[in-house]
């Protein structure tokens, strides 16, 4: 596959070997660091001890009387002559010692300093060694960019069928077409030329069953293959990043980056043979869903549904207690298909009442029709409201509506947070006029402190129509939102939504007291919220309320 003899391949692992046991390896863990044994281990061992030098080179033991006299204050030709060498050698001995001070991140002026160096020799020195190092990182460089581009056609010739391989395969295809014309193991083993317990062997490989003709179905491109697992691996021994590796294979970054999170072993290995495998295991169709496999985690999800929790709130609260267990972990699609589908053994349908809408299937959202109602004098509109209020950074902005019972006669004020998303609800049994609804509101707001009670924004119903004394009364304004809008209300649009889980609508609500109403919402200002990072609004509304008023920018 590298085009070399084999000769120098051994050459190449014997210097391996050698590297491996003079950095401090012993030799089986520099055998299993190569990955490779060899009759010719003994050999490479007698050369660990060897230094190396060739036998021309003056010994190391008159280079270290060389300079014991240079750093005695002896110049080169003094040291040279009480050594009994050349110049040059005493000129090279520097100009190494030079390469390794600089290389070690001495400054060049103290580096001729120590070595005592003109500064025409020590320009020659520091020329010479940026060009050898120049010349370093331009090889590496090749080598790093002929490796990539070779990468591809390695894995091919790896991953190609050798002339042994092709001719078992043939006889494998060949073994089980005689199987299909009814051939005995005994007759098919003779005529193919080999012994019995070949063919037994080949039978038991495939669980004693005849494959079928079929042909595989050709990969759809969507998923990597074995052979890109194979590169991937190649790309990351040679030390590519993820998006390099994704332009060598034409994916993108995040398709290697998932591949390696998921198959990359907790000692930070990638193997592509595994991970080819556990893919397609994970690939593999029908699954058994994770709420009929997990008991557990299905007795916990039915009752945080009993108590009107949404799968959003559920999967998000699942995640954030079991951090370390995924076991435990689900989707809310997950939970939304459970009761939905029923598979056998998960949710029961009797959970679907629990949802908010109480629906058993899916209902498309119908645009709402925009009617013709009564017009609130002097009312200032959602656009004029300060922009802070929309970024949610500071508590204290609310806003309102009613839900109204059967028969338009009994009515709820809501009231909710921005930030906090705590709510609040006043039963009105008997009416909702103005100024029922302005009693209601000045009683709400009269138990927070003044840095919670900032504006009001309400929709455009007749219940406002004094919203004028309502804020001379609190000092808060109110900003009115667009007819047939209410996603501008979005925060007390989701809370009514909430309400409705306990207090249906074409109901009568008078027919609950204050004691209920007071602790349905005690147990919604206790849910976790997706929007809160899954904490609940009553204790985020507890630190807003010991957290000092702050100055509005």
Known sequence: MAGINKEVGYRFLRDRYVQLRRGGLSAGDAVDALGFRSSRLPDWEALVGRDGRHHLRVDPSREQVFWAAFEGGADCDAACRAVGVARSTGYRWIQRRFGELRSSGVSLTRSIRVLRLTPHRAEAFERERQATERRKRNAATAAHRDALHASAGLVDAMLGETDATRRRRERVDRYWQLMREGVSNVDACRILGMSRPVGTRIRKQNNFLIPSLTPPRPSSGRYLTGRERVQIADLLRLGCSIRQIGRQLGRHPSTISRELRRHTDAAGNYLPRTADLDARRQRARPKTPRLVANLPLRLLVQRKLNRCWSPEEIAGWLRKTYPDEPSM????????????????????????????????????????RTGQG????????????????????VAGHWEGDLIVGVGSVSAMVTLRERKTQYGMVINLPKDHTAASVNHAVIGAFATLPAHLKRSLTWDQGVEMSSHEALTAATGIPIYFAERASPWQRGANENFNGLLRQYFPKGTNLAQHSTAHVTRVVNEINHRPRKTLDYDTPARRLRQEHRAPATALG
């Not at 809310?332 to 009761?339: G, M, N």
């Not at 029923?342 to 709402?368: D, F, M, S």
């Not at 009312?379 to 949610?392: H, S, Y």
């Open 374 to 393: 009564s017009r609130i004098r002097n009312m200032t509109m959602i656009d004029q409201r300060p922009a802070e209020i929309e970024t949610k950074q």
């Open 329 to 368: 972990h689900v989707c809310h699609e997950t939970i939304y298909r459970a009761l939905l589908l029923r598979e056998p053994g998960g949710l029961h349908q009797r959970y679907a009442i629990k949802l908010r809408t109480g629906r058993r299937i899916r209902k498309t959202r119908w645009r709402t």
